[in-house]
């Protein structure tokens, strides 16, 4: 039997909403609850706060291979190595998501790259903009991360990621402290998700201790292809992200990824209300089989600086401008008994009696322009950067 999958929920967002984007999320968090994460595209009127003054940057991929840990599943997992053997090749045929996984098992591909870097505490984002400029830097501190004050927001910081190739590889991993997190795609080839949320956790912990209980499911050790999820029916969602597009992801979820191209990324870590109140923040330090937590507990959250009554007026001063909507999550839960791609509707485009896989957009979207902002035309690709300012 295989499980249920469909795409994540797909939003579009305006200038204004995007200027208040943790509101934007809160409002719409029961479809990041149910799905584990959702994909946000930017309409004309969007402004990025991207950086013009620019310097090469320059990034290695890291010593690793992904290793095949037995014949019986498609289950990989993760091997740092001295130095990356010439002999090893990438597939340049990797273009979708069949050609990835069938090369990643075929019997003659033993050991894989992950052929990816990471670059922490750099950004192609600038910190000092106008307001109405979208800027990935304020997203902790206009979060529920402001009510632990600069020593907690100053440990968050914006982390640049490299895919140098097609079929370059994120294995699983959840944020730090199973906290919500935001990834943008800059430019380059379109990365394809698989989300995990984080009420299936046990059930793939069942499966990964059959072959070894010492993996951890948060630090990206392991890399699973989706054929074992739907043979033992765990719950995940599919998302392909492009250029000029945000995937949020819902605290505790878990994410894997590969890519059709090289490409640039950028996400950082932020916090709702939901993230303490729903156990999140205090499940993470079981949850770990690994090293990697004890090594970093030194950073970890003090949670009871998450008060109930502070969280009660952070979300009146913050987020009480936010009305609720339940038709989002009526239909989110309507759909998900179907297997079919799904874009949650604010408003549709074309009725859904005429496609099942409708495009949708927010409400009264129209009245956010003006006539002239109406017929431009907005160049994404000539806003994208790929290098950092020093």
Same mark, same amino acid.
């Given at each position: 039997?295989?499980?249920?999958?469909m795409?994540?929920?797909?939003?579009?967002?305006?200038?204004?909403?995007?200027?208040?984007?943790?509101?934007?999320? /809160?409002?719409?968090?029961?479809?990041?609850?149910? @799905?584990?994460?959702?994909?946000?595209q930017l309409?004309?009127?969007?402004?990025? =706060?991207?950086?013009?003054?620019?310097?090469?940057?320059?990034? *290695?991929?890291?010593?690793?291979?992904? *290793?095949?840990i037995?014949?019986?599943?498609?289950? /990989?997992?993760?091997? +740092?190595?001295?130095?990356? #053997?010439?002999?090893?090749?990438?597939?340049?045929?990797?273009?979708? +998501?069949?050609?990835f996984?069938?090369s990643? =098992? %075929?019997?003659?591909?033993?050991?894989?790259? &992950?052929?990816?870097?990471?670059?922490?505490?750099?950004?192609?984002?600038?910190?000092?903009?106008?307001?109405?400029h979208?800027?990935?830097?304020?997203?902790?501190?206009?979060?529920?991360?402001?009510?632990?004050?600069?020593?907690?927001?100053?440990?968050?910081?914006?982390?640049?990621?490299?895919?140098?190739?097609?079929?370059?590889?994120?294995?699983?991993?959840?944020?730090?402290?199973?906290?919500?997190?935001?990834?943008?795609?800059?430019?380059?080839?379109?990365?394809?998700w698989?989300?995990?949320?984080? /009420?299936?956790?046990?059930s793939?912990q069942?499966?990964?201790?059959?072959?070894?209980?010492?993996?951890?499911?948060?630090?990206?050790?392991?890399?699973?292809?989706?054929?074992?999820?739907?043979?033992?029916?765990?719950? /995940?969602?599919?998302?392909?992200?492009?250029?000029?597009?945000?995937? *949020?992801?819902?605290? $505790? &979820?878990?994410?894997?990824?590969? &890519?059709?191209?090289?490409?640039?990324?950028?996400?950082?870590?932020?916090?709702?209300?939901?993230?303490?109140?729903? $156990?999140?923040?205090?499940?993470?330090?079981?949850?770990?089989?690994?090293?990697? @937590?004890? #090594?970093?507990?030194?950073?970890?959250?003090?949670?009871?600086?998450?008060?109930h +009554?502070?969280i009660?007026?952070?979300?009146?001063f913050?987020?009480?401008?936010?009305?609720?909507?339940?038709?989002?999550?009526?239909k989110?839960?309507?759909?998900?008994?179907?297997?079919?791609?799904l874009?949650?509707?604010?408003?549709?485009?074309?009725?859904?009696?005429? =496609? =099942?896989?409708?495009?949708? *957009?927010?409400?009264?979207? %129209?009245?956010? @322009? %003006? +006539?002239?902002?109406?017929?431009?035309?907005?160049?994404?690709?000539?806003?994208?950067?790929?290098?950092?300012?020093?």
């Open positions: 039997m295989s499980s249920i999958w795409d994540v929920p797909t939003l579009q967002v305006n200038e204004n909403q995007l200027q208040n984007f943790v509101s934007f999320i /809160y409002k719409n968090e029961q479809i990041l609850k149910e @799905f584990g994460a959702m994909k946000i309409n004309d009127s969007c402004k990025l =706060s991207l950086k013009k003054r620019r310097n090469n940057l320059i990034l *290695v991929p890291r010593n690793e291979q992904i *290793v095949k037995n014949n019986d599943e498609n289950i /990989y997992s993760l091997h +740092e190595v001295d130095h990356i #053997d010439e002999s090893i090749q990438q597939s340049s045929l990797v273009i979708d +998501e069949h050609d996984w069938s990643l =098992s %075929s019997s003659n591909n033993k050991q894989r790259l &992950t052929n990816t870097s990471t670059l922490p505490n750099k950004s192609f984002f600038q910190k000092k903009i106008h307001p109405s979208f800027n990935i830097h304020r997203l902790p501190e206009q979060s529920l991360l402001q009510l632990g004050g600069n020593k907690v927001t100053q440990q968050f910081v914006p982390c640049i990621r490299r895919a140098h190739g097609p079929g370059s590889i994120s294995q699983m991993t959840t944020a730090k402290q199973h906290l919500f997190s935001i990834d943008y795609h800059h430019e380059g080839g379109a990365r394809h698989y989300i995990i949320p984080h /009420y299936q956790r046990k793939l069942k499966i990964i201790d059959r072959h070894n209980s010492s993996f951890c499911l948060d630090h990206g050790q392991i890399l699973i292809d989706p054929s074992v999820l739907d043979n033992n029916r765990i719950r /995940y969602h599919r998302i392909i992200q492009r250029s000029n597009e945000l995937v *949020v992801i819902s605290a $505790g &979820t878990l994410t894997q990824s590969f &890519t059709e191209n090289a490409n640039w990324s950028e996400s950082i870590e932020f916090a709702l209300p939901s993230w303490i109140e729903d $156990g999140h923040a205090n499940a993470s330090i079981p949850s770990c089989r690994c090293n990697v @937590f004890q #090594d970093s507990s030194r950073d970890a959250i003090d949670v009871t600086l998450f008060r +009554e502070l009660q007026k952070y979300i009146t913050n987020l009480s401008n936010i009305t609720d909507d339940k038709s989002i999550s009526l989110a839960e309507n759909m998900m008994q179907t297997n079919e791609k874009i949650i509707p604010l408003e549709p485009i074309v009725p859904p009696s005429q =496609s =099942s896989s409708t495009t949708w *957009v927010t409400p009264s979207i %129209s009245s956010y @322009f %003006s +006539e002239e902002d109406k017929n431009k035309s907005v160049d994404n690709n000539a806003q994208l950067q790929y290098e950092v300012l020093e």
